[in-house]
């Protein structure tokens, strides 16, 4: 079943049934306080279910099961290789129900669904890629004379916070639980309130998979009440966060009002992608810089928002993106031909035409799109800005929708201090053919990750994570599993 039609995903859509309920110690339930909070669609405006509305009982309910199923060591002492035979047992559950697993990010939030079973592909992937690792990592015996034995081991940290976005609700969500639950410890998931669906369903399959009772619970609801609440725990020893800059400033004050709490941060981005005029195939390039935009709808956090093109290139190249923007409109999520699908909500739906209004009044030429398409629904063209400054709102600030703002410049120096303008650091691309401003530009440029002659770019191998205000953290690969492990010193005195 690996190519589904539209009536298919639209007939699978009618018949799917959500789970909304909490799942605590090793049971589904309603919040503590019977508050719901509601799933929209929207892509049609519709009211898809109405989720539990976990807040700080909940939390704490969660946090005591998982503090006791740390101390149980029923997961947290098990053999690595057997954590990996749980794990890898999830991801085939996983691959098995890949379908509904899909089409829940994209009822709940609006995207493709060629674009979520792409989601569920990376999840799947991350998940063994972390389970594979972890029993192949080895302690350290550290050098010392003959009267000692010094040993270097890593342990797990006891109870990690997942704090997640909408974005990408359950690739993100694979990209903290799958290293964190490897290294052993217990963990609480709290998706989006904009997105809980296939956390809930996740959760089902953990315990299918064995899992034992309190190593993976997931709490929706709202970050300032139940998100808050995991935060300022002083019994949750690290928060792994995905989501906005202004939210994981927070998350790190409340780390210091409580427990000096690990606080690992993959925040928002703006970044730039630099055409050099001596880069090869405009067409191809042209193509590429328009989906590092208009993937997704624009809200990507690794989204290549400012394109900076050489100003002898420039108009000839951006009649190019325009042209491959064209091909990219959106339209019903569950039709797999669909480029783009609906805006998450409509919060964001009208903070996205906010800033295409301001582009207008602050001078930015207007290329293409910028006007909201009818409804039902909340579906956004692609738009290109032209002539845009650093000191614009659609140059600086992220839009997290389908927004490109191009800039024009004229030396190799202009372009690196254009690209690094910017509080952000999360990624940046360069087009050129020129080996050596390759890399004088590359190690110029202030960024978690670069992009050369592509964009977005890498795999389970390569970590992902920013620098500057996009955060400290990084996901995927075996570094990942560094953070969610702590190094205990054993110095064993010998001879004596
Ligand atoms: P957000 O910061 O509003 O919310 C993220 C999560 O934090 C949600 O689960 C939310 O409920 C929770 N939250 C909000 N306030 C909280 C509080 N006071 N205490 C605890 N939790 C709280 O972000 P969003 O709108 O969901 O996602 C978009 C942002 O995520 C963008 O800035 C984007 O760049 C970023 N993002 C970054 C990466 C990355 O890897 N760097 C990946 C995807 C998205």
């Known amino acids: 079943m690996s190519h589904k039609m539209h009536a298919d995903w639209q007939r699978m859509a009618a018949s799917l049934t959500f789970e909304t309920r909490a799942f605590i110690d090793d049971t589904f339930a309603e919040a503590a306080s019977g508050e719901t ?26 946090v005591q099961c998982a503090r006791a199923a740390f101390t149980r060591g029923e997961w947290s002492r098990l053999a690595p290789g057997k954590r990996k035979k749980i794990l890898l047992g999830l991801a085939d559950l996983m691959e098995a129900n890949k379908h509904e697993l899909a089409l829940l990010d994209t009822l709940d939030m609006g995207k493709p669904v060629s674009s979520s079973l792409g989601d569920m592909a990376g999840a799947i992937a991350c998940i063994r890629y972390q389970a594979e690792c972890i029993d192949k990592l080895y302690g350290e015996v550290a050098p010392t004379g003959e009267e000692a034995l010094a040993l270097v081991l890593r342990e797990p940290l006891g109870v990690v916070a997942a704090i997640v976005p909408w974005n990408f609700p359950l690739m993100m969500t694979a990209w903290k639980i799958a290293p964190a639950l ?26 299918e998979a064995g899992v034992p009772r309190g190593v993976f619970q997931v709490l929706p609801g709202f970050g300032h009440t139940v998100g808050k609440a995991l935060a300022l725990s002083m019994e949750v020893d690290c928060l792994a966060f995905t989501g906005s800059t202004q939210v994981g400033k927070q998350l790190m004050q409340y780390a210091g009002q409580s427990n000096l709490k690990r606080v690992y941060l993959e925040c928002g981005g703006k ?5 050099f005029a001596d880069c090869r195939n405009l067409d191809k390039v042209a193509r590429h810089a328009a989906t590092a935009i208009f993937h997704n709808q624009g809200e990507v956090c690794i989204a290549g928002s400012r394109l900076l093109v050489e100003n002898s290139i420039r108009e000839a190249f951006i009649e190019k993106v325009l042209k491959a923007a064209e091909g990219m409109q959106p339209g019903d999520p569950l039709d797999p ?36 398409l009818e409804g039902p629904g909340f579906f956004i063209p692609p738009t290109v800005f032209d002539g845009v400054t650093s000191s614009m709102a659609i140059g600086r600030e992220e839009i997290f929708g389908p927004v490109l703002a191009v800039f024009g410049f004229d030396s190799e120096e202009e372009a690196v201090a254009m690209a690094n303008d910017t509080p952000y650091g999360l990624a940046a691309g360069l087009w050129s053919q020129d080996i050596d401003r390759i ?6 440029l202030q960024s978690g990750q670069v992009f050369v002659n592509n964009w977005a770019g890498g795999d389970q191998t390569m970590p992902f994570g920013g620098v500057k205000q996009s955060g400290n953290g990084r996901d995927k690969s075996h570094h990942s599993l560094e953070e969610y492990s702590d190094l205990k010193s054993v110095w064993i005195a010998l001879g004596g």
């Open 271 to 275: 970044s730039p992608n630099i055409v």
């Open 182 to 207: 490897a290294a052993g410890n217990s963990v609480i998931l709290k998706p989006s309130e904009k997105s809980p669906l296939s956390a809930l369903r996740l959760a089902a399959l953990a315990r």
């Open 337 to 372: 031909e669909s480029f783009m699908g609906a805006i998450v909500d409509e919060t964001q739906y009208r903070r996205v035409l906010d800033f295409i209004r301001q582009g207008v009044e602050e001078g930015a030429q207007l290329r293409a799109g910028g006007q909201s």
């Open 439 to 444: 890399m004088r530009v590359t190690r110029r």
């Open 37 to 62: 909070f509601e799933a929209i669609n929207p892509a049609t405006g519709e009211l898809l279910a109405r989720v539990a509305s976990c807040d700080a009982p909940d939390a704490e309910r969660a």
